[in-house]
């Protein structure tokens, strides 16, 4: 059974700091990895994708992939309230676009 | 680009009767489209995948002739609950996947269910 694993917080942050959040997954043959932003009440949306070793930047937010360890991360620098959501990490499954999902962290970006 | 829309958004019905969902993917073919139902403060729980043209493959404890997925086409998909009663209400929540450049799912905004 294949598992993403992720704290499930809250993880509390003040405005302007670097949140970062972590995911860890079972299957060491899986080769892709996406981070959802949930906002309350709201569907998923994806911020992220990686698919390669190492980091990857889009704006003010950074995936790192790390395949020997298992882990991916999602850094948010200069964290605002609006980043407020639960981040969701997601890993490939067997089946053309199935997604293993991990619970969510949620995050509070404190003013 | 990778649109999904939902309809509706909101839906209130009485115990006992049907309700659709429609899932449409506007500027993609979705060769393969994902049913979620989640309740408050919980993770989102998969209840079925279909390709389209072929019958849906629910999750395990999902009873398939309660919730009947069609994806009839490239672009729609639609669930209908029968017989909803108060329990069923929840969250639903569709996403499709296919002919995108990033290979995973992208999702439509929900729709929200309450069965009085």
Excluded at chain 1, 13 to 32: F, H, K, M, W
Excluded at chain 2, 50 to 68: C, H, I, P, R, W
Excluded at chain 2, 76 to 104: M, R, W
Aim: glycine share 8%.
């Amino acid at each position: 059974q294949k598992e993403v694993e992720q704290n499930s917080g809250p993880l509390s942050v003040p405005e302007g700091a670097i949140a970062s959040l972590n995911c860890t997954y079972s299957d060491r043959g899986s080769q892709s990895f996406f981070w959802y932003r949930q906002y309350s009440g709201k569907s998923p949306e994806l911020i992220m994708f990686i698919y390669s070793n190492g980091d990857k930047e889009d704006g003010r937010f950074t995936a790192q992939l790390n395949k020997a360890s298992q882990y991916v991360s999602l850094l948010i620098r200069d964290s605002q309230p609006s980043d407020s959501a639960t981040y969701l990490c997601a890993v490939n499954g067997d089946s053309n676009y199935q997604l293993i999902w991990g619970a969510g962290t949620k995050l509070i970006i404190k003013p | 680009g990778a649109v999904v829309s939902q309809h509706p958004s909101w839906v209130i019905c009485k115990s006992g009767t049907s309700v659709k969902i429609e899932c449409r993917s506007l500027d993609f073919q979705a060769t393969t489209m994902f049913w979620y139902r989640q309740f408050p403060k919980q993770s989102l729980m998969l209840m079925a995948t279909s390709n389209e043209g072929s019958k849906a493959t629910y999750e395990q404890g999902v009873e398939k002739d309660k919730f009947l997925i069609n994806h009839a086409s490239l672009t729609l998909s639609t669930l209908t609950v029968t017989s909803a009663h108060p329990e069923d209400s929840s969250f639903y929540i569709c996403s499709a996947g296919g002919g995108t450049v990033q290979e995973t799912q992208y999702f439509g905004p929900g729709t929200r269910l309450l069965v009085l």
